[in-house]
């Protein structure tokens, strides 16, 4: 699959597998900051993309990160979005972390999507969950 790549910032490094096979393209920050406990930072990546009706790119968080407390939020950027790309991270850990520019904040993934045709119904059909939800399949 080709994607079209635009650098909206001369500064940016655009997004890249860092091995053979991988999934998730490593997008980097264009700055530095620090993210304080609990505050919610987004970091701007100095591209945009053009991908076919049918995918979307998904953010997810990056490891290297993720085990020092930061989780990225929202991160669904649809196929008609042209804007610059961005990581939205949040600190859910009590310490501070230092993001330096150039380092990897977050993994975007291409995902082929189903786009929906919804049609409104009085009633839907009966299944073995019903209407059970968060915890009502017990803990074991």
């Known amino acids: 699959m080709k994607i079209k ?54 953010v997810k968080d990056k490891s290297s990160i993720s085990k020092a407390g930061l989780h990225t939020m929202g991160g669904v950027f649809d196929a008609g979005y042209r804007g610059e790309y961005n990581v939205h991270l949040v600190n859910l850990s009590d310490k501070e972390y230092t993001i330096e520019k150039g380092d990897k904040v977050g993994q975007l993934v291409i995902f082929p999507v189903a786009i929906a045709e919804l049609e409104e119904v009085d009633e839907l059909s009966d299944s073995s969950r019903g209407t059970g939800g968060f915890g009502s399949t017990g803990k074991k």
Request: glycine share 12%; charged share 20%; proline share 9%.
């Open 5 to 58: 790549i635009k650098r909206m910032n001369p500064e940016a490094k655009l997004p890249s597998y860092a091995h053979p096979g991988d999934v998730g393209l490593d997008m980097y920050a264009l700055e530095g900051m620090t993210v304080k406990p609990g505050e919610h930072v987004r970091i701007w990546n100095g591209f945009a993309l053009e991908f076919p009706t049918g995918f979307a790119a998904i």
